[in-house]
């Protein structure tokens, strides 16, 4: 039966190899991959290697993907294969649909046209027409080698060429049309691709499914892909992956770059593992097949501004669906270079450079949400940070969305600005150089509040009421992170979250030992002689209470942050009418308004 490709892509996504081979190989970690001993011959040191979707043995050269390796293993048809991996999986076979026959019928058709039209390309390339190409190659640094590993082309510079070539072994102009190498035109079928340097592009299995072109002369588009069909969609297909995931399986790191170009120079340079989008933005689909084949992609888009704007981009799409086994790593090209050009100028050593300083997502994507931002003032910091909180948020995965906060918080306070020192008052003099002594003009009776004080007092106070109720912690480790808190208190609070993390129970004696034999002895001595609002105290207090109380001394250190809280909070109990949205919307709701008033420390219901 021929099942349609669908489903057995499905089939193959629901199947963990790992787990299949599990139950016939003893298999042990080795990196991101796991290995044993082959079954397919003997041999006493591993070399069978079982990575996401397939699997390799390096000593007889086994290779396949699930339902291969049941084929192998227990000498079964494929139909056999697929019918029990199915059911394994909870997947219903399709019945025997006529249209899905023909359907698979005819994507095999235009798989064999477009082979047939990369051969013709191919052949036309070598003929006196294509000198223009090879010229441009061999500018690029491509010898005939390179043009013949990656099978490249010439699309022949008249209309109707490749009908005229491929007439002769029965291709009709309507097939030409289905594959989307020619076009319907005012008088009838015309090539899609005409004086055009041609580079096929393949699926994860190796197989053309579309072609593009690049102009070598004025005119645009410089680049041209092909259309949709039946075989091949732009949105889902990366140029290059056939030939990376061969060279994954050997070590190399999985690169996404710009261009047909830039996958190519690298290929040759040796880092076999670059992919490219086809002329768009990474998608969604593009991003689930780059994690299927490598748990941490390293994006290495072009250096200029667009390139950058292009790299912002793919980390917000990719933010939703990050996990803590699935994230991107950024490595940032020189200005205006691209791996292409960064490759003829420095070579490979200096491309393994700039892969060398790759840097974590957090950090790349603080980096390019701060460039540019004005950060002088106060309302440019608070745009900022607005973005950097709005982006964590995408993520849906709860515990990784705050470690990212977290993270970009971390490096947003400790970027800050130095403040600019104040000038000194008309009429009076600074002692510690030695002046005169202060004048004090006459009428004022009291000393003014710092700030700064008044600010660590508050801070004080949030970690005291964690420290007696330390349940709480959970709940407000996010809006922990989000205070500029004084240094002194900074390694507190980490010291504080990390213990929330990890403890078993969360028990406010256990955590006051682990704070003073982790070295916080005399701050905590400090923090537990601060008198605590009233309610904090009371053993018939309600938790709601406790929480409008710690709300309340925040949002008098963030405004902004609470009144963002609220309206989330909201938004969440709207959505679920669930009773602890709500309970925390009162509490969040009581403090906003307490710290709208400004009601000082001291007023904290009780």
Not at 313 to 322: T, V
Not at 328 to 344: F, H, I, K, Q, T
Not at 420 to 433: C, H, I, L, N, V
Request: net charge neutral.
């Amino acid at each position: 039966m021929n099942w349609p490709a669908p489903f057995l892509d499905e089939l193959r996504t629901r199947t963990p190899i790992a787990a299949l081979i599990g139950k016939r190989v003893r298999l042990t970690r080795s990196g991101r991959e796991q290995k044993g001993c082959c079954p397919f011959h003997n041999e006493k040191t591993p070399s069978f290697y079982v990575y996401d979707d397939h699997f390799h043995c390096f000593g007889c050269g086994a290779h396949g993907d699930a339902i291969s390796f049941v084929m192998q293993s227990e000498g079964a048809s494929f139909t056999e294969a697929v019918e029990r991996l199915a059911g394994e999986a909870g997947m219903q076979l399709p019945k025997s649909d006529p249209q899905a026959a023909e359907q698979a019928s005819r994507e095999a058709g235009v798989m064999a046209v477009l082979a047939m039209a990369g051969a013709e390309y191919q052949r036309r390339l070598m003929l006196p027409e294509g000198a223009a190409a090879r010229a441009y190659l061999a500018q690029r640094g491509l010898d005939r080698a390179a043009i013949e590993r990656f099978a490249l082309g010439w699309s022949g510079e008249g209309r109707g060429a490749l009908l005229a070539a491929l007439g002769r072994e029965g291709v009709s102009a309507e097939r030409l049309v289905e594959a989307g190498l020619m076009k319907q035109g005012e008088r009838g079928p015309v090539d899609y691709f005409y004086s055009r340097l041609m580079f096929p592009i393949r699926d994860r299995r190796g197989r053309i499914v579309s072609f593009g072109g690049r102009l070598l002369g004025a005119g645009e588009p410089k680049y041209l892909n092909g259309p949709e069909t039946a075989v091949f969609s732009k949105s889902r297909t990366l140029y290059g992956l056939d030939r990376a995931r061969a060279a994954l399986r050997q070590g190399a790191r999985l690169l996404v770059v710009e261009g047909y170009m830039d996958v190519i120079a690298l290929h040759e340079a040796g880092f076999g593992g670059a992919v490219a989008p086809l002329g768009t933005a990474l998608t969604e689909a593009h991003l689930a097949e780059l994690w299927r084949v490598s748990p941490m992609p390293v994006l290495c888009l072009d250096g200029d501004k667009a390139g950058r704007r292009a790299m912002l981009r793919a980390i917000e799409r990719a933010l939703p669906s990050l996990a803590a086994d699935r994230s991107l790593m950024v490595a940032r090209l020189p200005d205006d270079e691209d791996p292409d050009s960064l490759v003829r100028k420095a070579g490979a050593a200096g491309f393994a450079a700039v892969l060398a300083g790759a840097r974590p997502l957090d950090e790349a994507l603080f980096g390019l949400l701060a460039e540019g931002a004005d950060q002088a003032g106060p309302e440019g910091r608070a745009a900022l940070r607005r973005r950097l909180e709005a982006a964590a948020g995408q993520i849906t995965d709860r515990a990784l969305a705050s470690e990212m906060r977290r993270s970009l918080l971390d490096r947003f306070f400790a970027a800050r600005p130095a403040r600019p020192a104040r000038p000194e008052r008309a009429g009076f003099t600074d002692q510690r150089r030695g002046a005169a002594p202060v004048r004090r003009p006459l009428g004022l009776v009291r000393p003014v509040i710092a700030p700064e004080r008044t600010q660590e007092r508050r801070a004080r106070l949030l970690l005291g009421i964690l420290l007696k109720h330390p349940a709480l912690i959970p709940n407000f480790d996010e809006a922990l992170v989000a205070l500029d808190l004084p240094a002194s208190l900074t390694a507190l609070r980490a010291a504080l979250i990390e213990w929330a993390n990890c403890a078993e129970a969360l028990d406010s004696a256990a955590l006051v030992d682990h704070l003073r034999t982790s070295g916080f002895g005399d701050l905590m001595s400090s923090i537990e002689a601060e008198t605590l609002p009233s309610i904090v105290s009371r053993p018939d207090a309600l938790r709601p209470d406790i929480e409008a109380c710690w709300y309340g001394i925040f949002g008098l250190m963030n405004l902004d942050w609470l009144r963002d809280q609220c309206a989330e909070q909201h938004r969440r109990w709207r959505e679920t009418n669930d009773p602890g949205h709500w309970d925390r919307l009162v509490s969040l709701t009581q403090a906003l308004k307490r710290a709208e008033r400004g009601e000082s420390d001291e007023d904290a219901p009780d």
